[in-house]
């Protein structure tokens, strides 16, 4: 990525014609390699929800380079869990069955990937993950209510109804849906970072905090080229966000001084980065054992 072009000014990109134009735009002028189009994506948008959209697309296209140019999602969720034997969806080995809870901006998106269960009955579950176009015959999205926290990120309940789909290789546990935790984490933290800079940098303010936020951001495109299955990257990422954590009172000390719209769009939206702070927190405990790092010995 060219930081020289991402430092100067950019323009924000809204989402006024809808997610799938705001993407379009997006990719036009950020392209399609991971860390710019978080990074840019998160520079440039109106909103923090459009920094972590930004963050969470680029994730995908870590997980799986060959994603199309459109918005995709990942499915997963059923029952408020992801664990493979709380999952219903089923795969036959050439139709695909079952719903997904909670997607997000399953409305806007125009692929998907699904994890699906696929052992013979009586086995260990077994999960594959499936990729499918939105408008295949058998899908139908269920649109949710707005959340609080990102509202203009719609989220959505997916059925699918003996839907082709196509299995991508390797397990679809721990190859996909188990390292694309730390993956979207990763990305979405690098994307939310850059809205906080960019907001600071429009407003001309606080030229430390600015400096910062950009270290973090050069820890994480550090992070970017680390497996996100080892347990150092775990205790790496942990270490990003703690960084980040330290900045949120002068972060929001230097918001209230400027543009009151950017500071309630912070206020209401920052809670996004503590959603997954749970299943973080059991990765760094893993990953202090493993590195024999463990806090208690």
């Not at 199309?68 to 493979?84: D, F, I, M, N, Q």
Request: charged fraction near 20%; aromatic fraction near 8%; charge should be negative.
């Amino acid at each position: 990525m060219d930081w020289t072009e991402w430092l100067a000014a950019q323009p924000r990109l809204s989402a006024e014609q809808g997610l799938a134009a705001w993407y379009e735009a997006l990719l036009a002028h950020a392209g399609n390699e991971p860390l710019a189009l978080a990074l840019f994506g998160g520079k440039t948008a109106a909103s923090p929800g459009l920094a972590f959209l930004a963050g969470y697309q680029a994730a995908l296209r870590v997980l799986w380079p060959a994603a199309p140019e459109g918005l995709g999602a990942l499915c997963v969720t059923e029952h408020k869990s992801t664990r493979p034997r709380d999952l219903d969806c089923r795969w036959d080995g050439a139709q695909l069955s079952g719903r997904k809870d909670f997607v997000t901006a399953a409305d806007a998106a125009q692929w998907v990937l699904v994890a699906a269960r696929c052992e013979a009955e009586g086995e260990e579950p077994a999960i594959r993950l499936l990729e499918l176009a939105t408008d295949t015959p058998g899908v139908q999205v269920e649109l949710l209510p707005p959340l609080p926290v990102m509202p203009d990120i719609g989220h959505a309940r997916i059925h699918f109804n003996q839907c082709r789909a196509r299995a991508l290789a390797g397990d679809g546990w721990s190859d996909y849906v188990k390292p694309f935790r730390s993956i979207e984490d990763l990305y979405v933290l690098a994307a939310t970072t850059a809205w906080c800079f960019g907001v600071l940098q429009k407003q001309n303010a606080d030229e430390t905090l600015q400096l910062r936020l950009l270290n973090l951001l050069s820890s994480v495109a550090d992070l970017a080229r680390q497996d996100a299955r080892k347990p150092a990257m775990h205790y790496l990422l942990a270490a990003a966000f703690a960084q980040f954590q330290a900045l949120q009172q002068p972060l929001a000390a230097a918001m209230a001084v400027g543009d009151s719209t950017h500071a309630a769009l912070w206020a209401r939206d920052q809670a996004l980065l503590q959603f997954a702070q749970k299943a973080r927190d059991m990765r760094l405990e893993k990953a202090r054992q493993s590195l024999g790092l463990d806090m208690n010995q």
